[in-house]
T-cell receptor
């Protein structure tokens, strides 16, 4: 029972490079979301999805794209990485929007030089 | 003003002590409340939900005060393994469910 799987765990990018953080869940959860966590800032919502084919912006969406072609997968794309995007990224899912408990992936630590 | 505010700590207490954290929220439409625990370099995990009537899980007690818009977490007989960051989480139902995390309170238990 894998839960929420994020890859890669660590990544170093140069400014301007693009990359995709992968997130997959095997619990048939409808709701998936991406957060970033920075020191003193808590977790901030980047994008979320309430089901396949549906995505919406969270609190800090600029510089990130998402898509949800399947229930299982919710990749986060950085189009042109900036040092301000250095952070720890967490993917989380729940059975449906409004469900109370989020299940988190182990996190992806990204450094942009 | 942040929607969910917590004292960042750190709280440094001896093993066996009782420690309490508060968390305030600004949106009176908030409907669900939780405490999550996050260990260093790990993902957050649900510690407990917070109910209007208050609830207890072993050494942990959570309470909600809707009138003053705060929730609290009390840890009794603290253990070394309680050292972690405790995140206050508020779920507000409006046009879309919005889950807001506080920035966390760091707790360190010393022997």
């Amino acid at each position: 029972n894998a839960g929420v799987t994020q890859t890669p765990k660590f990544q170093v990018l140069k400014t301007g490079q693009s990359m995709t953080l992968q997130c997959a869940q095997d619990m048939n959860h409808e709701y998936m979301s991406w957060y970033r966590q920075d020191p003193g800032m808590g977790l901030r919502l980047i994008h979320y999805s309430v089901g396949a084919g549906i995505t919406d912006q969270g609190e800090v969406p600029n510089g990130y794209n998402v898509s949800r072609s399947t229930t299982e997968d919710f990749p986060l794309r950085l189009l042109s990485a900036a040092p301000s995007q250095t952070s720890v990224y967490f993917c989380a899912s729940s059975p449906r929007q409004g469900a109370n408990v989020l299940t988190f992936g182990a996190g992806s630590r990204l450094t942009v030089l | 003003r942040k929607e969910v505010e917590q004292d960042p700590g750190p709280f440094n207490v001896p093993e066996g002590a009782t420690v309490a954290f508060n968390c305030t929220y600004s949106n009176s439409a908030s409907q669900s409340f939780f405490w999550y625990r996050q260990d260093c370099r790990k993902e957050p995990k649900l510690l407990m939900s917070v109910y209007s009537s208050g609830n207890e899980d072993g050494r942990f007690t959570a309470q909600l005060n809707r009138a003053s818009q705060y929730i609290s977490l009390l840890i009794r007989d603290s253990k070394l393994s309680d050292s972690a960051t405790y995140l206050c989480v508020v779920n507000t139902y409006s046009s879309a469910s919005k889950i807001i995390f506080g920035s966390g309170t760091r707790l360190s238990i010393r022997p």
